[in-house]
């Protein structure tokens, strides 16, 4: 089985300051990681992804994030916050398993609050 | 489409009504997932489609709850004798990929399902 956790319910952060959102996974295998973020009302967006190279995976809208095989994390970060950041962002683990199929397993969620 | 469309946006039913829920996914897409969202959580997985082909159905909660994709373009989420657990934010996703592999999944808006 594969699942995500996500620590932190929420995060506050000033703006300007960096900003990290935790992960760690546990899957069979080698995993596929990916990043979400998710505004009021509205469906996931899509951030960025790891899949095979370099550990630390740049995005969109000046995200990054890195891959720590021992420890198993996969953390968001952006180096200088924005208000408009505020959001729910999900992490999410896929296996490269065949027996694991297609599906995402995504964490709880962590709301990010930027204050101005 | 530009992006995945789902519909309706919001939809409001009593208990024990059957509720059809659609899906028109990015054009060309081959794969085609659906989700469920509870209030505060993270999606999880319901079901997954390969063109016309659903693949894994590991995720539905009950036999009450059904999915096809007779075409392999859209598809409908149909949940028969709806119980108030059925209230949630059902989310379509799309992938380029036949595998799954690397491609990212993109999202719709998803549709609210309040059960009264």
């Known amino acids: 089985a594969q699942s995500v956790a996500q620590p932190e319910d929420q995060v506050n952060v000033a703006e300007g300051n960096p900003l990290t959102v935790k992960c760690t996974y546990s899957?069979?295998?080698?995993?596929?990681l990916f990043w979400y973020v998710q505004y009021p009302n509205r469906g996931l967006q899509f951030l960025l992804k790891?899949?095979?190279?370099?550990?630390l995976v740049k995005g969109s809208y000046g995200f990054e994030a890195e891959f720590n095989k021992s420890q198993t994390s996969f953390h968001l970060k952006k180096p200088s916050a924005l208000v408009s950041d505020s959001a729910l962002y999900f992490c999410?683990?896929?296996?490269?398993?065949?027996?694991?199929?297609?599906?995402?397993?995504f964490g709880g969620g962590t709301r990010v609050l930027v204050k101005p | 489409g530009a992006g995945v469309s789902q519909s309706p946006r919001y939809k409001v039913a009593k208990r024990g009504q059957d509720v059809a829920l659609r899906c028109d996914p990015i054009?060309?897409?081959?794969?085609l997932f659906w989700y469920q969202q509870a209030l505060g959580q993270g999606p999880e997985f319901l079901t997954y489609?390969?063109?016309?082909?659903?693949?894994?159905k590991s995720g539905l909660p009950s036999d009450r709850f059904f999915a096809e994709r007779p075409e392999g373009s859209v598809s409908t989420l149909k949940i028969q004798r709806t119980q108030q657990e059925d209230s949630a934010v059902y989310l379509c996703?799309?992938?380029?990929?036949?595998?799954?592999?690397?491609?990212?999944?993109?999202f719709g808006d998803g549709t609210r399902l309040s059960i009264l």
């Open positions: 996703a799309s992938s380029q990929s036949r595998t799954g592999g690397g491609q990212p999944q993109h």
């Open positions: 899957v069979s295998g080698n995993p596929y």
């Open positions: 790891y899949i095979t190279g370099d550990n």
């Open positions: 999410a683990v896929r296996a490269l398993i065949k027996a694991a199929g297609n599906k995402l397993t």
């Open positions: 054009s060309g897409h081959v794969s």
């Open positions: 489609f390969q063109n016309e082909a659903q693949l894994d």
